[in-house]
């Protein structure tokens, strides 16, 4: 599995940006994907997990309400809708799939895309 994370930019705070991951090769193995942000200076962060066949979906607190994952499957391709930004979601978003055996631990994931970098400005 190739991973492809796009979609990043500079946008204002209060905006929005819609993040993509294309999935290519074996993507019928994977179980789950998920979203992770590195800020300048910062250890990455888990953001969010969703099933890629859809049910639990997982946001950390900050960006409940706010951002929202979807996929479409004819396109091996899931998004990272952000909404309401704010200066401190400036980072480069990574996107990942989790292939199976399912992992127990909800930030682990073994296939990593390059990242996208996301700038919010005050």
């Known amino acids: 599995v190739q991973l492809q994370a796009s979609g990043g930019g500079l946008v204002q705070a209060g905006g929005s940006l819609r993040l993509s991951c294309a999935a290519s090769g074996s993507t019928s193995s994977i179980t789950s994907m998920g979203w992770f942000r590195q800020a300048p200076g910062k250890e990455r962060e888990f953001v969010s997990r969703f099933s890629w066949r859809g049910g639990v979906t997982y946001y950390i607190d900050s960006v409940k309400g706010r951002f929202a994952g979807s996929r479409d499957a004819a396109k091996n391709t899931w998004y990272l809708q952000m909404n309401s930004l704010k200066p401190e979601g400036t980072a480069t978003y990574y996107c990942?799939?989790?292939?199976?055996?399912?992992?127990?631990?909800?930030?682990?994931?073994?296939?990593w895309g390059k990242g996208t970098l996301v700038t919010v400005s005050s």
């Open positions: 990942a799939a989790d292939l199976p055996p399912r992992s127990i631990k909800i930030d682990e994931f073994d296939v």
